[in-house]
């Protein structure tokens, strides 16, 4: 529990701090931390680059070796207790002689889950931990890192452009353009955002993409994934072509043709081969083996059925629709999710939260269907 406005203010703060490595520490956590006694500010620090020192760590730098007896430090996610690429936070802590923890967040990895904040209360460090809007806040930051700690698979964003009558395409498939030029730029800076972004096949044959993050000042490009049960991604398409420069992931059935898997891996892709009896079963056995590859973010780009599997299989953790404001009409138009779905009203999965923002002339809703 937070005991007064000042620990308010400056968790909050830390939290702030820790917005600043979206996109640069994957496949850590993003933290930050501020160091303060009574009320004013010593030091900050956030965790920028994967290697790269913690934000507790940071923020005892930044206070420029001035003694730090009786302060405090907030700390948006409970300090680590274990040797990675760099020591343990908890024994920065002690070191610096920091008489009080504040925590905005826990760590559900198996390596922490408490015990940095059991090692720091054992040493006489006194301890509060957040709840509430700070807390959920805290925990939002950070969704694709505890999903995946608790799962091993990747949180899913799914992101799709539609019409108001909820087009996705005409029925003779043509969806270029249905978002503005600003939308798809936000698209793009979300690409830089995650561990992975993926298509179906249907996808990459018709519009031979990229996947890339093509805008200013991007610290990160995604591994790109292509669904592909038979293996059928020409090696002269954009995606297999860069195979050996960025990172792509396919994923096949076993009914794949042994040919064009092996044609595939020669051209540096790596392949992962799905099991399960369909294609829900299928998308949570590629999400496994993506998560065994450290990513624990993916955006989801379609096409509609491989993102109708996907909510079959109950792995879309975020929606976000951008809307325009266009209609299309026609029965055979192309839906976003084209999976089994539900029989009844009342069985429909509900949002836990809905936002929505303009992005040009269109509207982005976001809805969050899951927390971690």
Not at 177 to 197: F, N, T, Y
């Amino acid at each position: 529990m937070l005991r007064t406005q000042t620990d308010h203010s400056l968790l909050t703060r830390a939290i702030e701090l820790a917005e600043q490595g979206l996109g640069r520490v994957h496949p850590n956590p993003m933290v930050g931390a501020v160091i303060a006694r009574d009320g004013d500010v010593l030091g900050e620090g956030f965790h920028g680059e994967f290697g790269g020192p913690h934000a507790e760590v940071q923020a005892i730098a930044a206070c420029g070796g001035a003694d730090l007896s009786g302060a405090t430090i907030y700390v948006s996610l409970e300090p680590c207790c274990h040797q990675g690429k760099t020591p343990p936070c908890t024994e920065a802590i002690l070191a610096a002689g920091l008489a009080r923890v504040v925590v905005a967040s826990d760590d559900p990895t198996e390596k922490a889950a408490g015990r940095g904040l059991g090692i720091l209360r054992d040493e006489g460090i006194e301890v509060d931990v957040a709840d509430g809007e700070l807390a959920a806040r805290a925990r939002l930051l950070n969704q694709g890192f505890r999903k995946h700690a608790r799962t091993g698979r990747p949180w899913v964003l799914f992101k799709s452009a539609m019409t108001l009558d909820g087009k996705v395409a005409t029925q003779t498939g043509d969806s270029k353009w249905i978002s503005s030029a600003l939308s798809r730029e936000l698209a793009h800076r979300w690409r830089s955002q995650v561990d992975a972004v993926a298509v179906g096949i249907g996808t990459a044959l018709a519009d031979d993409p990229q996947l890339t993050a093509r805008i200013e000042n991007v610290h990160h490009q995604p591994r790109r994934v292509v669904f592909d049960a038979l293996a059928r991604l020409p090696l002269d398409a954009r995606l297999a072509s860069a195979a050996a420069e960025l990172p792509l992931s396919v994923v096949v059935s076993r009914a794949a043709p042994r040919q064009a898997t092996d044609a595939l891996e020669m051209a540096g892709a790596d392949v992962i081969v799905a099991s399960g009896e369909n294609s829900p079963a299928r998308v949570r056995s590629a999400l496994t083996q993506l998560g065994e590859r450290d990513i624990s973010s993916l955006l989801l780009e379609g096409g509609p059925r491989l993102a109708g599997a996907f909510l079959d299989a109950g792995e879309i953790d975020e929606l976000r629709f951008f809307i325009a404001p266009i209609l299309l009409g026609g029965r055979s138009g192309r839906d976003p999710l084209e999976g089994e779905g539900v029989d009844r009203v009342s069985e429909a999965l509900r949002a836990l939260t809905l936002d929505c923002e303009r992005s040009g002339d269109d509207i982005v809703l976001r809805a969050r269907l899951k927390e971690w």
